[in-house]
């Protein structure tokens, strides 16, 4: 299975956070990621996702099939 496959959602960070960019994978609960650019976030969360679903594997817990996303606004 591709960690392309799973859609991420890349959001803004405010400042006092640090600022930059959080993206998050809604079909792997708490694997998220991220990075100074919405790019880099993307990039960075890819490994999170291959990081998620080998635990899972390792784990024997199953693994959500991407989902569908028609449009995001």
Same mark, same amino acid.
């Given at each position: 299975?591709?960690?392309?496959?799973?859609?991420?959602?890349?959001?803004?960070?405010?400042?006092?956070?640090?600022? #930059?960019?959080? $993206?998050?994978?809604?079909?792997?609960? #708490?694997? !998220?990621?991220? #990075?100074?650019?919405?790019?880099?976030?993307?990039?960075?969360?890819?490994?999170?996702?291959?990081?998620?679903?080998?635990?899972?594997?390792?784990? #024997?817990?199953? !693994?959500?099939?991407?989902?569908?996303?028609? $449009?995001?606004?």
């Amino acid at each position: 299975m591709s960690q392309l496959n799973y859609p991420v959602i890349v959001s803004p960070l405010p400042e006092e956070d640090g600022g #930059g960019f959080v $993206a998050t994978v809604p079909d792997l609960p #708490g694997c !998220i990621s991220d #990075g100074d650019t919405p790019q880099e976030a993307l990039t960075n969360v890819q490994d999170a996702i291959e990081a998620w679903l080998e635990a899972a594997r390792d784990l #024997g817990r199953p !693994i959500p099939a991407p989902s569908q996303v028609a $449009a995001i606004a």
